[in-house]
């Protein structure tokens, strides 16, 4: 549905109704020492894009977190000391997908999305096996974020606004087709395997099947009340395709935030597909709701579908969390643009805002 709303009366409508005091549901299972948890989210916003042809507002559901509600047990047999077993069942909601919605079209379907379906088995000393549809190994990788803005950028900077285009012809070029921060495989039915952590180190290693296999290092400390967490990774989407990424996260104990990640694709053809992604932020304790967070960030992509492309975007953002209703109140301006040999396209323009409740 596409309305001409302002977002404020989207957050006030939001806030109005009722809401859980928790974040996750706690339950105890059938059996003795098992634990049960529910939790969810509901994250819309509203979205307006000028591209120079057309101008829209989308009333959305968010895709860089979208609503989703899951489940999952852990259970630790009395017999078998350290080991926990467990699953857990994920379900994300799309109505309205921002990542779908298009200019003077129809609305996207509502779709159901299997987000993680799996089961796992977890050792302190011999690290966690998981098995079905769950993160691959080198998922989230490119997205290691300190911010505090992550629900409104990050260096997947497409999601706001991924079917949207450049241009007025029906075959223009998307925004989803020319930037990519080649983030890992995210989901599948796999089999994972990940370290103990050591020093703040885990690797992951993770096959789906049909050339499809990844692994990961990821880093997480804490220096003094600094903060830094890395990751980086590898891929192999099919024989023709290795794909690689990392990023890094730093947060100061001034509340100061740096965050870069890079990735890119050997492909056969005659272009290197690569990304760079930087952000710098503050977060500030200005209210006594939570935390105020502000940033500016920045994307450059090459080559991602055609040689000699370069796409870039650039946004400034503000998130507010309100920790007494578990919720994040954000905004942001983002702009688009796509330089291409013997083209020309205006940017596009973005604004989004919106409200994601956790319960």
């Not at 894009?49 to 509600?69: K, Q, T």
């Not at 994972?192 to 099947?209: C, E, K, M, N, V």
């Not at 290092?217 to 794909?243: F, L, N, V």
């Not at 740096?258 to 005659?270: F, K, S, Y």
Request: hydrophobic share 40%; proline share 3%; with cysteine.
């Amino acid at each position: 549905m596409k309305h001409a709303y302002f977002s404020l009366a989207m957050v006030g409508t939001a806030l109005a109704l009722p809401l859980s005091a928790a974040a996750e549901i706690k339950l105890a299972g059938t059996k003795p020492n098992t634990e049960i948890r529910i939790w969810g989210q509901v994250n819309r916003a509203a979205l307006y894009a000028d591209n120079g042809y057309y101008s829209e507002w989308f009333h959305v559901d968010n895709d860089s977190m979208p609503s989703r509600i899951g489940m999952a047990a852990d259970y630790e047999p009395p017999e078998w000391a350290n080991w926990t077993f467990g699953g857990q069942i994920e379900l994300g909601f799309k109505s309205d997908n921002s990542g779908e919605v298009a200019f003077e079209s129809e609305d996207p379907e509502f779709k159901v999305d299997g987000r993680k379906i799996e089961a796992w088995a977890k050792n302190p000393r011999f690290g966690s096996l998981s098995v079905g549809q769950g993160d691959m190994a080198s998922n989230d990788t490119a997205e290691q974020d300190l911010s505090g803005t992550y629900v409104i950028s990050y260096s997947q900077v497409r999601f706001a606004a991924a079917s949207l285009i450049f241009g007025h012809e029906t075959n223009a070029p998307a925004i989803k087709s020319v930037f990519n921060n080649f983030d890992g495989l995210h989901r599948d039915d796999r089999i994972r395997y990940d370290t103990p952590a050591w020093r703040g180190f885990i690797l992951a290693a993770s096959a789906a099947g049909h050339d499809y296999y990844d692994a990961a290092i990821r880093h997480k400390a804490d220096i003094g009340e600094h903060k830094i967490a890395s990751a980086i990774s590898y891929a192999q989407k099919d024989t023709a395709i290795d794909q690689y990424c990392g990023s890094v996260s730093i947060l100061l104990k001034c509340g100061l935030n740096l965050t870069a990640a890079a990735g890119g694709q050997n492909v056969e053809g005659d272009y290197s597909p690569l990304s760079y992604y930087t952000k710098i932020g503050w977060k500030l304790d200005l209210f006594s709701c939570g935390l105020t967070c502000v940033a500016v960030d920045y994307s450059q992509n090459e080559e991602i579908s055609r040689a000699n492309d370069t796409a870039e975007s650039y946004a400034i953002v503000l998130n507010q969390r309100v920790e007494p209703i578990l919720s994040d109140l954000y905004v942001s301006v983002r702009n688009y643009t796509l330089d291409r040999d013997g083209e020309n396209y205006d940017d596009i323009l973005t604004f989004m805002s919106g409200i994601k409740l956790a319960f």
